[in-house]
């Protein structure tokens, strides 16, 4: 389904402020891998799906997609093989247009025709039941403007409109660290239920420890551009935020201390 090998990243080459983003990350997924991705601030995990998304060059190694090698290939020859949501609310949604024109953009990606041919009845029936999935009125409202919506809605919609067109791989960047914890707790519902039943293979960032323990299939810890550990299956569910917190410190020697991975 995915493979990274050897992927290495550094920003600002031979200036005063190189930085090492990702350094040799090697990472296999199977079709239906659901990953979680912790880490502190830092490590590498945004830069990661930046680079398989093809945001930037790799400067070395491979990114393999469904077997197909699109380590060379730009951004938006990737797009229709990736749904992506990241952490802020406004940046999935086009807040000046209606619901269903949103939805029926992310529906059109990749295809020639846009917007120009209207919204059919059948598409319309389509978005009413996608949107009822969501459990939160949004199908009784699909002419409003996506930017009357609270930024959990729209986390909501971004997520929808990123599984439509049923991607191979599902990114997400921490995307309800911007959301108040109630409205995170239904987002986090909805993404399960969505990776579920659309059988996505998914790779999700969070800062919350419980979540990255309860959630997919398979953990991820990345330290100073390195994943430090990699844990599936009955040993992931059994794992305790202590010692996950216990690995990040014997692997970086810092402490967590102070770090929001702590306060959620
Ligand atoms: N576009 C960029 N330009 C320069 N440095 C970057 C860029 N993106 C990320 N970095 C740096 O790379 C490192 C990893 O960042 P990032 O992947 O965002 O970490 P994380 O998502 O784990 O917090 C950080 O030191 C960050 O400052
Ligand atoms: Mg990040």
Same mark, same amino acid.
């Given at each position: $389904? %995915?493979? /990274? =090998? #050897?992927?290495? =990243? *550094?920003? #600002?080459?031979? *200036?005063? #402020?190189?930085? =090492?983003? !990702?350094?040799g990350i090697d990472l296999h997924l199977d079709p239906g891998d659901f990953v979680t991705i912790i880490g502190g601030n830092g490590a590498g995990k945004s830069t990661m799906l930046n680079m398989i998304a093809g945001v930037y060059p790799i400067d070395a190694g491979k990114i393999i997609l469904n077997g197909d090698d699109v380590s060379r290939k730009p951004e938006h020859a990737r797009a229709r093989h990736l749904g992506r949501v990241f952490q802020d609310p406004m940046r999935g949604t086009a807040a000046g247009m209606e619901?269903?024109? +949103?939805?029926? %953009?992310?529906?059109?990606?990749g295809k020639s025709r846009g917007l120009s041919w209207g919204i059919t009845k059948k598409e319309k029936e389509l978005y009413h039941e996608k949107l009822k999935i %969501?459990?939160?009125? /949004?199908?009784?409202?699909? *002419?409003?403007?996506v930017g009357l919506l609270s930024g959990g809605q729209r986390q909501a919609l971004t997520l929808l409109m990123a599984a439509?067109?049923?991607?191979?791989? !599902?990114? /997400?960047?921490e995307h309800t660290a911007a959301l108040d914890p109630k409205t995170a707790k239904k987002v986090l519902e909805l993404t399960e239920k969505i990776v579920d039943e659309n059988n996505l293979t998914a790779m999700m960032v969070t800062h919350n420890m419980k979540d990255a323990i309860r959630m997919? +299939?398979?953990?991820? $810890?990345? +330290?100073?551009?390195k994943i430090i550990y990699d844990v599936r299956g009955e040993e992931k569910k059994n794992l305790h935020v202590s010692e996950l917190l216990q690995k990040f410190e014997e692997a970086s020697g810092d402490e967590f201390a102070n770090d929001r991975m702590l306060l959620s």
């Open positions: $389904m %995915l493979e /990274l =090998k #050897n992927v290495h =990243k *550094t920003f #600002n080459i031979g *200036t005063i #402020n190189e930085k =090492k983003a !990702l350094q619901i269903e024109e +949103n939805l029926a %953009l992310a529906y059109r990606r %969501l459990e939160l009125g /949004l199908e009784d409202r699909m *002419t409003s403007k439509l067109q049923k991607p191979e791989l !599902l990114l /997400l960047d997919g +299939n398979r953990l991820i $810890m990345m +330290n100073d551009g």
